[in-house]
């Protein structure tokens, strides 16, 4: 998880791939990885759905030796699931219960029959005081790991998503070659530049 989490330092909410002749920006693979994060309403059991707070990007890491099984991961901004990282005070000793939740677009929409194209699942980041999610030793660094995500086979059928490969990220030799002046893509919460490319 360490390594892992070492990969995402320079890459918040981006698959960084130089924009050069030899390399083709695949924006459908990365468009159909991004989720857009949105806080609880007051009571907890549906999202406010007037205040995204972040996006993240979906991310499948394979089992060892299984060629079509894994888990789904989110990777995001740690100030995301971090609250007290974000201001700076102290963590409480004890974390109460809390959860964050997902917009994933519907894989069947049909406005005929449905009010909206869009699900807002939960995710819970802290269950009975444990955390799920994880975040750099290095306090500078804002970016977390959600390794709890339940989306399955049976969620891949209802909703049009679908999770980077680990392998098609930046290696760490890859992000070494780049400097000043080359370009990358980051999808993600651009605020006053939703929807454009």
């Known amino acids: 998880?360490?390594?892992?989490?070492?990969?995402?330092?320079?890459?918040?909410?981006?698959?960084?791939?130089?924009?050069?002749?030899?390399?083709?920006?695949?924006?459908?693979?990365?468009?159909?990885?991004?989720?857009?994060i949105y806080s609880p309403n007051s009571d907890g059991t549906e999202a406010d759905t007037t205040k995204p707070i972040g996006t993240g990007f979906l991310v499948l890491a394979r089992s060892k030796g299984a060629a079509a099984q894994g888990i789904v991961i989110l990777i995001t901004a740690r100030h995301i699931v971090d609250p007290w990282w974000a201001t700076c005070s102290a963590e409480p000793q004890q974390q109460p219960d809390r959860r964050i939740f997902l917009r994933v677009n519907k894989t069947n929409y049909d406005p005929k029959k449905d009010a909206t194209g869009v699900d807002y699942e939960p995710l819970d980041l802290v269950r009975n005081g444990v955390k799920r999610y994880s975040v750099s030793g290095d306090s500078q660094v804002d970016a977390a790991i959600v390794d709890a995500v339940s989306f399955d086979r049976a969620m891949q059928q209802k909703y049009d998503f679908a999770p980077l490969e680990l392998a098609s990220l930046a290696s760490a030799d890859e992000i070494a070659k780049f400097k000043i002046g080359d370009s990358i893509a980051s999808p993600g919460l651009v605020p006053g530049r939703s929807g454009e490319m």
Do not use: I, N
């Open 1 to 36: 998880m360490k390594r892992l989490l070492s990969s995402f330092m320079l890459v918040l909410f981006c698959c960084l791939q130089p924009l050069r002749a030899d390399t083709t920006l695949k924006t459908d693979v990365l468009l159909k990885a991004v989720v857009f």
